[in-house]
């Protein structure tokens, strides 16, 4: 019976690539050595596959993940009613940002320099469309006391309303939401445990 001697191509990953070196270089080579020059036991350098295999999982799984993450994000977004509300905590800021309100939440400062960056995904929104000032700012300080009980005089002393024809239409109730919500922004901006994450898009870092 004649035996020959095959060579051949695998086309699975080497268990080096997959696991990384353990074992001592003597070790490996002596296996190497064994086992022919055909060899890249435990040898990423010498493995034919370990360029496909990192540009597979860099173009072809990376961005399946990141999809993923996106679409559980808008389905989680889709599925909330698009309300006004006080978001005041981390879960809530996870579930998304009602359309109603981001602008309101765009428009808050330290967000917007964000944006301008290109820090943050911002709901898509491009900052050369957003106006110079930002309108819910008089909205947000329209109406509060601005003293102490000495400075009353009568009965809106001390209480200023601003109001402009280009203010956006808002009621009382969903503007103190707003001033909630943007309010707790800056803490998760500040927190060490979440100012990595990107306000608009809470499960994602920003950059």
């Given at each position: 019976m004649n035996i020959r001697e095959l060579s051949f191509n695998s086309n699975l990953t080497s268990l080096g690539a997959i696991l990384g070196t353990c074992g001592s270089q003597s070790l490996i080579d002596g296996i190497n050595e064994q086992c022919g020059s055909g060899s890249f036991f435990g040898n990423?350098?010498?493995?034919?596959?370990?360029t496909g295999f990192y540009n597979f999982m860099q173009q072809v799984i990376e961005p399946l993940r990141e999809t993923k993450h996106l679409l559980e994000t808008v389905s989680a977004q889709v599925q909330e009613p698009d309300v006004f509300k006080a978001i005041t905590t981390v879960e809530e800021l996870r579930k998304g940002i009602p359309p109603c309100m981001q602008l309101g939440v765009i428009y808050h400062p330290p967000v917007r320099q964000m944006l301008e960056e290109e820090r943050i995904d911002g709901f898509g929104i491009n900052p050369k469309t957003l106006e110079k000032e930002d309108p819910y700012e008089d909205l947000i300080k329209s109406g509060k006391w601005e003293g102490n009980s000495l400075d009353i005089q009568g009965e809106w002393a001390g209480v200023t309303f601003y109001e402009k024809s280009t203010d956006p239409e808002l009621t009382y109730e969903e503007i103190r939401c707003l001033e909630a919500t943007r309010k707790f922004i800056d803490k998760f901006m500040a927190d060490e445990e979440t100012k990595h994450y990107d306000p608009?898009?809470?499960?994602e870092l920003h950059g």
């Open positions: 990423m350098e010498r493995d034919p596959f370990s608009t898009l809470a499960t």
